[in-house]
Nanobody, 129 residues
Framework: QVQLVESGGGSVQAGGSLRLSCAAS????????MGWFRQAPGKERERVAA????????YIGDSVKGRFTISQDNAENTLYLQMNSLKPEDTGMYYC??????????????????????WGQGTQVTVSS
């Protein structure tokens, strides 16, 4: 069982910054593939960033590359998404998600959105013009 709780969302002007947090409990981040997703009303859920824990690398979606950074604090068992230079199109509900990995490499990077087993409740991000 993994529990995820997001926080840090809010309303900002375009060009501003926010840092989202995802506090995980029940399992160490070292055993979890982690991802950040967002969803705007009426649109498909989009993966914006991920931790490929098994191979020690990260994924950043093209739409946010150069502006968003994913990181973790293992001591706090918390995942972060630093969002800079925010644009109105970044508006949406942001979720963190996780799946336990089986201690083999080349696993986290193969996950489809539907493969993530655990989801947080989401935190709203609104970026105004």
């Amino acid at each position: 069982q993994v529990q995820l709780v997001e926080s840090g969302g809010g309303s900002v002007q375009a060009g501003g910054s926010l840092r989202l947090s995802c506090a995980a409990s029940g399992y160490s981040l070292s055993r979890l593939c982690m991802g950040w997703f967002r969803q705007a009303p009426g649109k498909e859920r989009e993966r914006v960033a991920a931790l490929y824990t098994d191979i020690g690398s990260t994924y950043i979606g093209d739409s946010v590359k150069g502006r968003f950074t994913i990181s973790q604090d293992n001591a706090e068992n918390t995942l972060y998404l630093q969002m800079n230079s925010l644009k109105p199109e970044d508006t949406g509900m942001y979720y963190c998600a996780a799946r336990i990995w089986p201690l083999s490499g080349g696993y986290c990077n193969t996950l489809r959105p539907a493969d993530y087993r655990f989801w947080g409740q989401g935190t709203q991000v609104t970026v105004s013009s």
